[in-house]
């Protein structure tokens, strides 16, 4: 009888340490994505019944072939580091953008462009603020991460070091467009400021904030080596004075990459996205909390940008290849790949 109830408490103690995993442990996660490539240009009041069927195609058509520059770089077993710099490079010279070509002009009627960039395998960045006559900031940004001992370089030094390096110099005038002058025109008779992409609302320190839009351009991507680069580009804000510098050239607020957690391209009222750092605060979020990308990126802009007052989203990839378009804006000009091939394209809210 002694034995018998030896043997069953013997019994009861072996299963008793096969216990379930808490609760609140989570899986880990698994690999979705070998490699992929997810991209913005803008974000704000985007509305169907105020784009016409052109230029919505124009802007479809310039996100595809963007992203597919990208895409054909890790395909073939490029870095993300390329294919980020290549694809932002095939916005920046175009003129629907704020950024490079499309940048639209500050109070003085000159173009200042920003830009930035990190690699999430070193945690390495480079950010150029204020240049007017290098034809891509994105290359200025990443050849200050790889050459130079600095992660930020500004105005007459950055374009300097740019020419030192071998960088194509413009003139100044390559990135006039005849639709930003005007734009400025419009904003600078009423005595306001306004945001990129919206003709009709003033913006900075202005109530019709939140009605705007913003045009800044950026790029996340996963190589096949399992590596995050992130990079942002912009023309930054219509009618700005006083070498106003946005979050697009911030590490942290516009651009952040960790191959330990995701990469993250910001775009929206920058002011904002620098008090909150958006960026790293998506990646802390996942690190420190345990948050997958989607529910970092969704509390992050949906709940503590929203209650601060800002508005905007990102584009945000993790190290598995999920991806995630947040904003908080009526749209989005955004476009992903994933190493199947598959080709999404939007501009609205859905």
């Avoid at 520059?69 to 003129?95: C, D, R, Y």
């Avoid at 995050?228 to 911030?250: E, F, L, Q, V, Y």
């Avoid at 190290?319 to 501009?347: C, H, P, Q």
Wanted: net charge positive; with cysteine; charged share 25%.
């Amino acid at each position: 009888m002694k034995k018998a109830f030896f043997i069953t408490v013997l019994l009861l103690l072996s299963f008793g340490c096969k216990t379930e995993k808490p609760s609140t442990e989570k899986e880990i996660p698994k690999k979705v994505n070998d490699f992929a490539i997810i991209i913005h240009g803008g974000a704000g009041t985007i509305l169907k019944k105020n784009l016409s069927d052109e230029k919505e195609l124009a802007y479809k058509l310039k996100l595809e072939e963007a992203i597919k520059v990208g895409h054909a770089i890790l395909k073939n077993g490029g870095t993300s580091q390329e294919a980020v710099m290549k694809t932002i490079q095939v916005m920046e010279e175009s003129p629907l953008f704020n950024a490079g070509k499309g940048a639209v002009f500050t109070h003085e009627e000159t173009n200042e462009l920003d830009a930035s960039f990190m690699d999430g395998k070193t945690l390495n960045a480079g950010a150029v603020a204020g240049v007017t006559n290098v034809k891509s900031p994105i290359e200025l940004a990443v050849k200050i991460m790889t050459d130079s001992d600095h992660v930020m370089l500004s105005g007459k030094g950055a374009s300097l070091f740019a020419q030192e390096k071998g960088l194509e110099i413009v003139d100044p005038g390559y990135f006039y467009t005849e639709r930003r002058f005007k734009s400025l025109q419009r904003i600078k008779n009423r005595n306001k400021t306004e945001l990129d992409h919206d003709d009709k609302k003033a913006a900075f320190y202005d109530a019709d904030i939140k009605n705007a839009k913003f045009g800044t351009v950026g790029c996340v991507a996963l190589d096949k080596a399992g590596n995050i680069a992130a990079g942002t580009s912009t023309g930054g804000m219509t009618n700005k004075r006083w070498g106003r510098i946005g979050d697009s050239p911030i590490i942290g607020s516009g651009t952040y990459a960790n191959n330990f957690t995701c990469g993250v391209s910001s775009t929206g009222w920058g002011e904002y996205f620098i008090r909150s750092q958006v960026a790293y605060d998506i990646s802390a979020q996942m690190e420190y909390q345990n948050k997958s990308l989607k529910e970092a990126t969704t509390d992050v802009i949906q709940n503590k940008l929203t209650k601060l007052g800002g508005t905007g989203g990102v584009v945000a990839l993790d190290k598995n290849g999920n991806m995630s378009f947040e904003f908080n804006t009526a749209g989005m000009y955004r476009a992903s790949m994933n190493d199947k091939g598959e080709l999404i394209v939007k501009i609205y809210k859905e």
